[in-house]
């Protein structure tokens, strides 16, 4: 199995950039898929980005693309969700997760991944 922790959250305002970053450790990191998720209060959690075990595949919520980022470096057992011109709408704690299983597309439902970090909230005010 793998461990895995988020760190990078904080309060910025809106238009500004976040770097999160998700460390993991135990089993092989490039085993996993790796997928970022959110949930605000009193919302689902919900899909944001997604990277194949290679780095070679990415997929994006509708929400996030073209401002979000997502990357990894398997050599440092590191995710990183680089987050530019946040909006309010992106407050939420921020998950990564991890998917042992071997898809055609990467997974973008929470049921899909088996692990979770604790998460790093993300504030942006208006």
């Known amino acids: 199995q793998v461990q895995l922790g988020e760190s990078g959250g904080g309060l910025v305002q809106a238009g500004d950039s976040l770097r999160l970053s998700c460390a993991a450790s135990?089993?092989?990191?490039?085993?996993?898929?790796m997928g970022w998720f959110r949930q605000a209060p009193g919302q689902a959690r919900e899909f944001v980005a997604a990277?194949?075990?290679?780095?070679?595949?990415?997929y994006y919520a509708d929400s996030v693309k073209g401002r979000f980022t997502i990357s990894r470096d398997n050599a440092k057992n590191t995710a990183i969700l680089q987050m530019n011109s946040l909006k309010p709408e992106d407050t939420a704690v921020y998950y990564c997760?991890?998917?042992?299983?071997?898809?055609?597309?990467?997974?973008?439902?929470?049921?899909?991944?088996?692990?979770w970090g604790q998460g790093t909230q993300v504030t942006v005010s208006s």
């Open positions: 997760a991890a998917d042992q299983a071997f898809r055609a597309v990467l997974a973008d439902t929470p049921r899909e991944y088996k692990y």
């Open positions: 135990g089993r092989t990191f490039n085993y996993y898929a």
């Open positions: 990277i194949s075990r290679s780095g070679g595949s990415t």
